[in-house]
């Protein structure tokens, strides 16, 4: 049965295997890796019968479409629905959802705004925050590592870099995450969190009045000296505050599951501290915080000798890419020693996540702080899955820790 859900009627291109799997079901999110590893195992490009959309799962096709933006255009959305065919559920971001020349604008403006001098200046801050953050929830022993820490440090500190104002903030995790359920299919988990959005209060954090000193205002400078207009600042700013925080949080989560299922590689960043940003990396990579991202196809292209119909969906399994035997050696392994370098987990080619240094800034320095105070990190109950059609991760995951 094809999926409600279902955008298209186009046919499979030639030679791709169809599959009836839906990677958007509640079953699969919930645990995708055998469904991820059906999908490597029959082609190189496999046809989703329930959505009529080619899909790549192997991590060498899934490089070569985040690679090549000429071919693969995030102009006409990132999400399941093409804007040239079914119009937009929101306005497209500036930088995710544009090609050059119009992304190389923006994009020169946000990486200049993350780039290590910047952020330099920030670190010292964010390792006080996780100091004094992990010390209360050691001394506490139990506590739930999703809500008390991998969700309380990014807020803890992101907003506050940002500039952004006091008021309003617990509405920033729920309106991110609806937007990441918004780039897959209408169904049910896209849906339930229709009720989180806040589009005009995210549309007002962007202006410049708005904001205090930080990232926001940064952006603003960067702008004008590059040429964008304040509008478009203004949209750089709120695609920044939408993509920075969950990803962020569910980044810090996998990390810390990891950790807590792996006791040999916790064992190994508590004796060595400096494994930190590795660990952190490693998790990105094995958990893959965001899943999926769609391209449309320009001008005949042909992948791993499959002839594309000019604008089709295709959508890129960047976490099967991660686990792809034929590129990692022991994938399911978490394995915090492991050159981890060419992971798709921050993507791949130009739209590459920009704030990678952040989000690694952040982790590492969580990391660093919890292995310097706990001396065992447990899971102390079952962890509880967070669905989405976008981005993996767990809304609760209770731990226990012994003081150092
Ligand atoms: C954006 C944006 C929003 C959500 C996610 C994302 C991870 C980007 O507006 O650019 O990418």
């Known amino acids: 049965m094809r999926s409600p859900f279902a955008l298209y009627d186009g046919a499979p291109p030639a030679g791709t295997p169809a599959l009836d799997l839906d990677p958007f079901s509640p079953g699969f999110l919930e645990n995708p890796w055998s469904g991820l590893q059906e999908m490597r195992e029959a082609g190189p490009v496999v046809w989703l019968r329930q959505y009529n959309i080619v899909a790549v799962a192997r991590y060498a096709e899934a490089r070569e479409v985040l690679s090549n933006w000429q071919s693969f255009s995030s102009a006409r959305g990132v999400g399941m629905e093409d804007f040239v065919r079914h119009g937009r559920f929101r306005l497209p971001s500036l930088i995710l959802e544009a090609d050059p020349p119009e992304h190389t604008k923006s994009r020169g403006v946000l990486s200049g705004v993350l780039s290590p001098p910047v952020l330099k200046k920030l670190r010292a801050g964010f390792e006080e925050k996780a100091e004094a953050l992990i010390t209360e929830l050691v001394a506490k022993r139990r506590f739930d590592a999703i809500g008390e820490l991998a969700e309380a440090f990014p807020l803890s500190v992101f907003p ?90 569910h980044a810090i989560g996998a990390s810390l599951h990891c950790l807590a299922r792996f006791p040999n590689q916790w064992e190994r960043l508590r004796a060595d501290p400096s494994f930190a940003s590795s660990a ?30 000019d604008g089709d969906k295709v959508l890129v399994f960047l976490g099967s890419a991660n686990r792809d035997p034929a590129r990692w ?32 800034m952040e982790g590492e320095v969580v990391l660093t702080a919890l292995a310097r105070h706990a001396r065992t990190l447990k899971l102390a109950g079952d962890p509880v899955r967070r669905l989405n059609n976008t981005l993996r991760g767990l809304t609760s995951l209770p731990v226990e820790v012994e003081p150092a």
């Open 160 to 249: 506050d870099a940002m500039g952004l104002p006091q008021q309003g903030r617990e509405k920033l995790l729920p309106h991110a995450e609806m937007l990441f359920n918004s780039f897959g299919p209408r169904n049910t988990i896209f849906e339930q969190s229709l009720h989180q959005a806040s589009f005009e209060w995210v549309e007002h954090l962007g202006r410049r009045e708005t904001l205090g000193p930080g990232l926001g205002l940064l952006i603003h400078k960067a702008a004008e000296k590059g040429n964008v207009s304040k509008d478009d600042a203004a949209k750089l700013v709120r695609a920044l505050v939408q993509a920075g925080l969950d990803t962020t949080v």
């Open 280 to 309: 952190f990396n490693e998790a990105v990579r094995f958990e893959s915080p965001v899943q999926t991202f769609f391209r449309t196809t320009m001008r005949g292209r042909q992948l791993s000798g499959v002839q594309l119909n």
């Open 329 to 360: 050696e022991a994938p399911d392994a978490y394995d915090i020693g492991r050159d981890t370098t060419g992971h798709l987990g921050f993507g791949a080619g130009i739209h590459r996540c920009v704030g990678q240094l952040l989000a690694r």
